[in-house]
Protein backbone atom coordinates (compact mmCIF):
# COMPACT_ATOMS: atom_id res chain seq x y z
CA UNK A 1 0.00 0.00 0.00
CA UNK A 2 1.19 3.40 -0.80
CA UNK A 3 0.82 6.38 1.62
CA UNK A 4 -2.24 7.62 2.47
CA UNK A 5 -3.78 10.91 1.26
CA UNK A 6 -6.58 12.28 2.44
CA UNK A 7 -8.58 13.24 -0.06
CA UNK A 8 -11.97 15.38 -1.07
CA UNK A 9 -14.49 14.11 -2.59
CA UNK A 10 -17.84 15.16 -4.21
CA UNK A 11 -21.14 13.64 -4.73
CA UNK A 12 -23.54 16.21 -6.93
CA UNK A 13 -26.14 15.95 -9.73
CA UNK A 14 -29.73 15.77 -9.77
CA UNK A 15 -30.50 11.85 -9.08
CA UNK A 16 -31.00 10.60 -5.98
CA UNK A 17 -28.53 8.76 -4.00
CA UNK A 18 -25.90 11.29 -3.24
CA UNK A 19 -26.36 10.71 0.85
CA UNK A 20 -26.68 7.28 0.19
CA UNK A 21 -23.53 7.00 -1.54
CA UNK A 22 -21.53 8.81 0.86
CA UNK A 23 -22.25 6.90 4.17
CA UNK A 24 -21.94 3.83 2.06
CA UNK A 25 -18.10 5.08 1.36
CA UNK A 26 -18.78 5.74 5.21
CA UNK A 27 -19.54 2.40 6.35
CA UNK A 28 -16.72 1.00 4.35
CA UNK A 29 -14.39 3.01 5.90
CA UNK A 30 -16.11 2.13 9.75
CA UNK A 31 -15.49 -1.29 8.51
CA UNK A 32 -11.67 -0.55 8.55
CA UNK A 33 -11.55 0.99 11.96
CA UNK A 34 -11.51 4.42 10.93
CA UNK A 35 -13.51 7.62 12.69
CA UNK A 36 -16.69 8.84 10.88
CA UNK A 37 -18.44 11.94 11.47
CA UNK A 38 -21.54 13.19 9.74
CA UNK A 39 -22.57 16.70 9.48
CA UNK A 40 -25.91 17.39 7.81
CA UNK A 41 -26.81 21.13 6.82
CA UNK A 42 -30.42 20.83 5.75
CA UNK A 43 -32.15 17.63 7.52
CA UNK A 44 -33.04 18.31 10.77
CA UNK A 45 -36.39 17.39 12.70
CA UNK A 46 -37.10 14.06 11.53
CA UNK A 47 -35.95 10.10 12.90
CA UNK A 48 -34.31 9.38 9.56
CA UNK A 49 -33.30 5.40 9.24
CA UNK A 50 -29.21 6.45 8.86
CA UNK A 51 -29.43 8.51 12.50
CA UNK A 52 -30.83 5.08 13.59
CA UNK A 53 -28.19 3.07 12.12
CA UNK A 54 -25.34 5.44 13.59
CA UNK A 55 -26.71 5.37 17.13
CA UNK A 56 -25.98 1.55 16.74
CA UNK A 57 -22.81 1.96 15.28
CA UNK A 58 -21.33 3.58 18.17
CA UNK A 59 -18.99 5.92 19.14
CA UNK A 60 -16.37 5.64 15.63
CA UNK A 61 -19.85 6.85 13.64
CA UNK A 62 -21.34 9.99 14.48
CA UNK A 63 -24.33 12.00 12.82
CA UNK A 64 -25.34 15.30 13.72
CA UNK A 65 -28.58 17.00 12.22
CA UNK A 66 -27.72 20.33 11.93
CA UNK A 67 -30.66 21.98 9.70
CA UNK A 68 -33.82 23.33 10.09
CA UNK A 69 -35.13 20.90 7.64
CA UNK A 70 -37.22 21.28 4.67
CA UNK A 71 -36.52 24.93 3.38
CA UNK A 72 -38.89 27.99 3.46
CA UNK A 73 -38.58 31.23 2.56
CA UNK A 74 -40.85 32.68 5.66
CA UNK A 75 -37.52 30.75 7.74
CA UNK A 76 -34.86 31.88 5.61
CA UNK A 77 -32.56 33.55 8.58
CA UNK A 78 -32.89 30.75 11.13
CA UNK A 79 -31.73 28.28 7.80
CA UNK A 80 -29.47 30.57 7.15
CA UNK A 81 -28.08 30.73 10.79
CA UNK A 82 -28.58 27.16 11.36
CA UNK A 83 -26.09 26.35 8.37
CA UNK A 84 -23.84 29.07 9.58
CA UNK A 85 -23.65 26.97 12.71
CA UNK A 86 -22.71 23.51 11.15
CA UNK A 87 -20.14 25.22 8.80
CA UNK A 88 -18.35 26.68 12.20
CA UNK A 89 -18.45 22.68 13.66
CA UNK A 90 -17.60 21.87 10.68
CA UNK A 91 -14.55 24.07 10.76
CA UNK A 92 -13.77 22.59 14.71
CA UNK A 93 -14.13 19.42 13.87
CA UNK A 94 -11.68 19.23 11.06
CA UNK A 95 -9.13 20.70 12.88
CA UNK A 96 -9.88 18.95 16.05
CA UNK A 97 -8.11 15.64 14.35
CA UNK A 98 -10.85 13.24 16.02
CA UNK A 99 -12.08 11.75 12.96
CA UNK A 100 -10.59 10.10 9.75
CA UNK A 101 -13.67 10.83 7.57
CA UNK A 102 -16.36 13.64 7.58
CA UNK A 103 -18.94 13.93 5.79
CA UNK A 104 -20.96 17.43 5.07
CA UNK A 105 -24.30 16.46 4.14
CA UNK A 106 -26.15 18.76 1.83
CA UNK A 107 -23.17 21.43 1.78
CA UNK A 108 -23.20 22.04 -1.77
CA UNK A 109 -27.14 22.62 -1.40
CA UNK A 110 -26.61 25.11 1.11
CA UNK A 111 -24.60 27.34 -1.48
CA UNK A 112 -26.72 27.06 -3.60
CA UNK A 113 -29.88 27.99 -1.62
CA UNK A 114 -27.70 31.09 -0.40
CA UNK A 115 -27.38 29.64 3.39
CA UNK A 116 -23.47 29.21 3.44
CA UNK A 117 -21.20 30.73 0.93
CA UNK A 118 -18.87 28.62 -2.00
CA UNK A 119 -15.64 30.40 -0.55
CA UNK A 120 -16.43 29.08 3.12
CA UNK A 121 -16.70 25.69 1.62
CA UNK A 122 -13.65 26.52 -0.54
CA UNK A 123 -12.01 27.45 2.68
CA UNK A 124 -12.73 24.14 4.28
CA UNK A 125 -11.09 22.82 1.97
CA UNK A 126 -8.38 24.44 2.50
CA UNK A 127 -7.83 23.67 6.05
CA UNK A 128 -8.13 20.02 5.67
CA UNK A 129 -5.15 18.27 7.34
CA UNK A 130 -3.11 15.83 5.07
CA UNK A 131 -4.79 12.57 6.19
CA UNK A 132 -8.52 13.49 6.82
CA UNK A 133 -11.03 12.21 3.70
CA UNK A 134 -13.68 15.60 3.81
CA UNK A 135 -16.85 14.39 1.77
CA UNK A 136 -18.95 16.83 0.44
CA UNK A 137 -22.47 16.43 -0.68
CA UNK A 138 -25.33 18.15 -3.19
CA UNK A 139 -26.74 19.27 -6.12
CA UNK A 140 -24.92 21.39 -8.26
CA UNK A 141 -21.46 21.68 -7.23
CA UNK A 142 -19.67 24.58 -8.63
CA UNK A 143 -16.81 24.52 -11.05
CA UNK A 144 -14.57 25.86 -8.30
CA UNK A 145 -15.40 23.10 -5.97
CA UNK A 146 -15.55 20.19 -8.23
CA UNK A 147 -11.75 21.81 -9.51
CA UNK A 148 -11.14 21.86 -5.70
CA UNK A 149 -11.87 17.71 -5.16
CA UNK A 150 -9.73 14.78 -5.91
CA UNK A 151 -12.86 12.76 -7.04
CA UNK A 152 -16.21 13.94 -8.17
CA UNK A 153 -19.58 11.59 -8.80
CA UNK A 154 -22.35 12.98 -10.40
CA UNK A 155 -25.63 11.25 -9.80
CA UNK A 156 -27.75 11.54 -12.77
CA UNK A 157 -32.20 10.85 -12.26
CA UNK A 158 -32.94 8.49 -14.76
CA UNK A 159 -35.93 7.50 -13.68
CA UNK A 160 -38.11 8.01 -10.21
CA UNK A 161 -40.72 6.32 -8.38
CA UNK A 162 -42.29 10.05 -8.02
CA UNK A 163 -43.07 10.56 -11.22
CA UNK A 164 -46.08 7.69 -10.96
CA UNK A 165 -47.08 9.38 -7.95
CA UNK A 166 -45.35 7.02 -5.71
CA UNK A 167 -44.27 7.97 -2.20
CA UNK A 168 -41.44 8.54 -0.19
CA UNK A 169 -40.81 4.81 1.11
CA UNK A 170 -39.31 3.78 4.48
CA UNK A 171 -36.18 2.26 3.67
CA UNK A 172 -35.70 4.08 0.55
CA UNK A 173 -36.08 7.70 0.75
CA UNK A 174 -35.48 7.93 4.83
Known amino acids: MGKEKGLVLVFT ?25 VLQFIKGGWK ?6 AEALGERFVMRQMGEGFLSEEKFDEHRRAAQE ?18 LDEIIYS ?35 IEAADLVSEIREVKHPYQKGIPAQKGIEF
Request: aromatic content about 4%; overall charge positive; glycine content about 14%.
Open 13 to 37: GNGKGKTTSALGMALRAWGQGMRIL
Open 111 to 145: VGYGLVDEEQVLDLIKIKPEKLHLVLTGRNASERI
Open 48 to 53: YGELKA
Open 86 to 103: ALEEAKKEILSGNWDMII
